[in-house]
C-alpha cells in the first residue's frame, strides 16, 4: 500500500476565548468556596491516620482548647434558634428576638447560661472573655445545650474537636456527658498525617 | 529629530499565542479545587459501649489476649498484659516504643485485646495517637475504659 502523505497545514487557534473562559472559572471557585466560621477560640487538632472526610452539615461541635475551657456550637440558624429556646425555658433566661437574631449568628460559643445575654451584647465579641461551659457533674450545661440540639435537630452528629494540650479529664467528662444520654458513636476531629509503613 | 533605527524596519507581528496562558488559568483552578476539598477537617470515628452499671452485662474477656495500656503523664504509657499480678513495664509513643510492642502482640496473639485507660494527666493527644496506633498497627478489638483505683496503684507501684 503506497503512503498517501496528506499535506499538513499549520492551524494556529486563537486561544483568547479559552484563557477567558478559564479564568472565569477560576474566579467561580475562587467566589464559591465557603469562608470558614470564625471561632472564638484557636484549636489545635491532633494529627491521626484517618481520613474520613467530616460532613458539611448537620454537625454539632463541642471544641475543647489547651486550658480545657469547653466550647459548643451547631450549624443551622434555625436549629440554633430553637435550641436557644428550649435552653432559655430550661434555665428560666429570657432573650430578646435581637439576641435570638445574633445568637443564631455564631458558629459556636463558650460562656456559662448567665453570660450569654452579656456575650451576645457585647459590642466587640472577640474580646469578650470566654470561660467554656461548665461540664462539671454538679452543673452540667454541656449536657442540657447537646440534649436541646438534639430535639432542634435530631440528625445531628456529634464531633469533638480537642487540642492536642487538653488535660483528657475534661475530654472524659464530655464524654461521660454524652453517653449519659445514649451517644455512643461520636467523631474526634484530627489533622491528616500520612500513614507510616509497618514492617 | 533623531530617529530611531528599529534595525530594518521589519514588521513584528503582535499576534501573542495564548496556549501558556490557558494551561497556566487551568492548572491555577486544578489547584483551588483539590487545595479546598483538603482543608476540610478529617474525622476518626469512635464507638462506646452503652453505659451500663450493671456489672454482669459487662462481657468477660479472655485475659490471655488482653493488654492493658495505662496513658499517664509525659507521654509515658505503662502496658500490662492479663488481669493477674501483671508485669508492668512503660513504654513512649517514638517508633521503637509503643508501635513496636503491639505489632509483637500482633504477630504473636490471635485477634488481641487491647484497653485503653487514661489517667487525669494524660494529654488528649495521647489518646489520639494511641487509638491511631491501633489503626496503624492493626488491632481491631480496643476499647477506652474508666480507669480503675487497682490500675493507678499498679502504675504507681512501678518503678519507672
Sequence with gaps: MGKIKIPRKSIALDMTAMCDMAFLLLTFFILTAQMKPQDPVVVDTPASISDTKLPDKDILTIAIDAQSRVFFGIDGQFDREKMLEFTASNYKVGFTPQEIKEFSLMSSFGVPIGNLRDLLNAKDRDKFPQMGIPVDSANNELSKWVANARYANPKLRITIKGDVNASFDVVEKVMNTLQDQNINKFNLITDLKAKPKVL | ?160
Design chain 2, 1 to 160: 529629530m533623531a530617529d530611531l533605527d528599529t534595525g530594518g524596519g521589519k514588521k513584528v507581528s503582535t499576534r501573542v499565542d495564548m496556549t501558556p496562558m490557558v494551561d497556566l488559568a487551568f492548572l491555577l483552578v486544578t489547584f483551588f479545587m483539590l487545595t479546598t476539598t483538603f482543608n476540610k477537617p478529617q474525622t476518626m470515628e469512635l464507638n462506646m459501649p452503652d453505659k451500663t452499671d450493671d456489672e454482669s452485662v459487662k462481657q468477660k474477656i479472655a485475659e490471655s489476649r488482653t493488654t492493658t495500656l495505662v496513658l499517664a503523664e509525659n507521654n509515658k504509657v505503662y502496658y500490662y498484659t492479663g488481669v493477674e499480678n501483671p508485669q508492668v513495664n512503660v513504654t513512649n509513643f517514638s517508633e521503637t516504643g509503643l508501635r513496636k510492642v503491639l505489632l509483637q502482640k500482633v504477630r504473636t496473639i490471635k485477634d488481641p485485646i487491647v484497653v485503653i485507660k487514661a489517667k487525669k494527666e494524660a494529654k488528649y493527644k495521647n489518646v489520639v495517637d494511641v487509638i491511631d496506633e491501633m489503626a496503624i498497627t492493626g488491632v481491631k478489638i480496643y476499647a477506652l475504659v474508666k480507669i480503675t483505683p487497682e490500675d493507678l496503684e499498679l502504675v504507681a507501684k512501678a518503678p519507672f
